[in-house]
């Protein structure tokens, strides 16, 4: 699971989280790694209300915002003739709409130099049949962080994205989540707009 491999790596780092996902079963198994450390939301992307809660709860305990990494994901195989309005809708909502919302509802509060890292994916460069929707809606992803990187660079605020592939193989998480601590980090300083794409290690 890349959420939690990339908690895992930020936690290891000393970082301060605050978690947002629809399983809170599993938030709570996030939770246990770091207790002081992690605090849980749980909530659904596609919704405003939940990701307000995020925002006041964040403001709350955290106060500003350094990094967001957004990595919520609905991955949908469909060929041509399944890929109805509602399919194709349902991963825009959560792959691209659950993302720009997120990033919305907390722009305000991002700190100077502050660093947003977005998971998208290689199908975008690397097409597979089966995948049009899925893909369309992470390029559009990737396309928005382009966007944004300009937008928000008077402030300081970086924008990049982390495209791990879909091909089997070990290893591929933790070094997806290395590549999201990067970008976070002041070893990134000065990239912004950018794409990294992680294969599997072998």
Do not use: W, Y
């Not at 849980?40 to 967001?68: P, Q, W």
């Not at 890292?117 to 049949?129: D, G, N, Q, R």
Request: charged letters at 20%.
């Amino acid at each position: 699971m890349l959420g939690r491999a990339i908690v895992q790596k930020f936690v290891g780092e000393g970082a301060k989280l605050v978690v947002f996902a629809r399983n809170r079963g599993r938030l709570d198994e996030l939770a246990s790694l770091a207790p002081a450390r992690i605090i849980v939301v749980s909530g659904d992307v596609t919704r405003a209300a939940d990701l307000e809660v995020l925002r006041e709860t964040t403001l709350r305990r955290m106060g500003g915002i350094d990094i967001l990494v957004a990595a919520a994901e609905h991955f949908c195989s469909a060929s041509l003739e399944e890929s109805t309005p509602e399919v194709v809708d349902e991963a825009f909502a959560v792959n691209f709409q659950g993302a720009l919302q997120t990033i919305r509802t907390l722009s305000r509060h991002f700190n100077s130099l502050a660093s947003i890292v977005l998971v998208t994916t290689s199908l975008s460069e690397e097409p597979s049949a089966g995948c049009s929707a899925f893909a369309a809606s992470k390029a559009a992803l990737s396309s928005l962080a382009r966007t944004l990187a300009v937008e928000l660079a008077p402030r300081g605020v970086r924008v990049n994205c982390v495209a791990p592939t879909r091909r089997e193989g070990k290893g591929q998480e933790p070094t997806a989540a290395q590549a999201a601590l990067f970008l976070a980090s002041e070893e990134s300083a000065g990239i912004t707009g950018q794409q990294i794409v992680v294969s599997p290690s072998t």
